[in-house]
């Protein structure tokens, strides 16, 4: 396994990651299940596990498997999305962090966390205020590294220059969503992480499912999530899929290895979530380690989807305020008139 930095933290993390979205237990798999799943990735030489608190059991099925493992081991996690009902159980509040950071904590069985995220960008709360709280953990010992998630590139660089002004830990990393399907981040986000020196864990390198090889057009899948999103069943997406199906078996490649292989050849890209729930799953990606992708076959692949651009947008995308409330974006209708 060759390592890279994560940023400029000094942090070396291999260029796969663990995501841990499917070892909840309401997910189908058992603690055991998912910890025999963890220890065969660390024993192949990845460090980097990812978690939140969000996912379910996530975070306490990961500490049990870590025990013993915990100290060769990059771990992060997540706070800011809804973890109950109380409105106040979400977000990025100084209130909320340091909840927040000592539940995770717990669950995962240890006394830091080596990168602690974002989310998801929270409009309602001064970016200040975030990394204020953020700082304090990091000084206080129980947070290594802090990153963000979803952010879109403005808020990427406020974010970093609130942080020099004001003498503040400064967001290490990014997490955005990236495949083949999904290059809208090239056009922008890579370039700005990059500028400052940031590490990004890219997730759905494999489009959610869509470049598993199982979702094909007019033909029947055992994906258990392809009546659970549109953008598994996206025409456009779709047909982008049965091209690359064919440049797949013309470079002699399996589908997941021509897609995980993509996203981690992007200078920008520090490493790719593996968001794998079996054994099997976990295998097939490991087994595409040492895959390099020749110019031709990125020239092909950037014929088919060019660079900068999405084939349709993911369900599960952060979308800013301004695309979600209508109101936004339209003046009130008497205003709207020129005359």
Do not use: C
Request: net charge neutral.
């Amino acid at each position: 396994m060759q390592y890279r930095s994560l940023g400029r933290t000094g942090i070396q993390v291999s260029p796969y990651a663990l995501g841990t979205l499917m070892f909840a237990t309401s997910m189908g798999n058992t603690p055991e299940d998912s910890a025999r799943i963890i220890h065969r990735a660390l024993d192949a030489g990845i460090n980097f596990i990812d978690t939140a608190d969000a996912y379910g059991d996530s975070e306490d099925v990961v500490g049990r498997a870590l025990t013993g493992r915990r100290d060769s081991v990059v771990l992060a996690t997540k706070f800011g999305r809804p973890t109950g009902q109380d409105p106040n159980q979400r977000g990025a509040s100084r209130r909320w962090i340091i909840t927040a950071a000592e539940n995770s904590l717990r669950r995962l069985r240890t006394d830091h966390i080596d990168l602690y995220q974002l989310h998801r960008p929270d409009p309602d709360t001064d970016i200040e205020e975030t990394l204020a709280a953020l700082t304090d953990l990091i000084r206080s010992g129980k947070v290594r590294a802090i990153g963000a998630s979803q952010t879109p590139a403005s808020d990427i660089v406020e974010a970093q220059w609130v942080a020099d002004r004001r003498g503040l830990a400064r967001f290490s990393t990014e997490q955005p969503p990236y495949s083949i399907l999904n290059r809208g981040i090239e056009r922008e986000i890579l370039p700005t992480t990059q500028r400052f020196g940031m590490g990004t864990l890219v997730w759905g390198p494999l489009g959610q499912g869509l470049l598993t090889g199982r979702v094909r057009k007019n033909q029947h899948n055992d994906l258990r999530r392809a009546g659970m999103f549109h953008h598994l069943t996206d025409e456009r997406r779709l047909d982008v899929v049965e091209q690359l199906v064919l440049l797949a078996e013309q470079a002699g490649l399996p589908m997941t290895h021509l897609a995980m292989a993509f996203t981690i050849a992007h200078p920008g890209v520090t490493t790719a979530l593996l968001g794998v729930r079996t054994m099997s799953h976990l295998d097939g990606l490991l087994a595409g380690l040492d895959v390099t992708l020749t110019d031709d076959v990125l020239d092909r692949i950037d014929e088919i989807v060019p660079p900068g651009t999405d084939v349709g947008t993911l369900d599960q995308a952060y979308q800013p305020p301004a695309l979600e409330n209508p109101n936004l974006r339209r003046r009130p209708l008497t205003g709207r008139a020129a005359a």
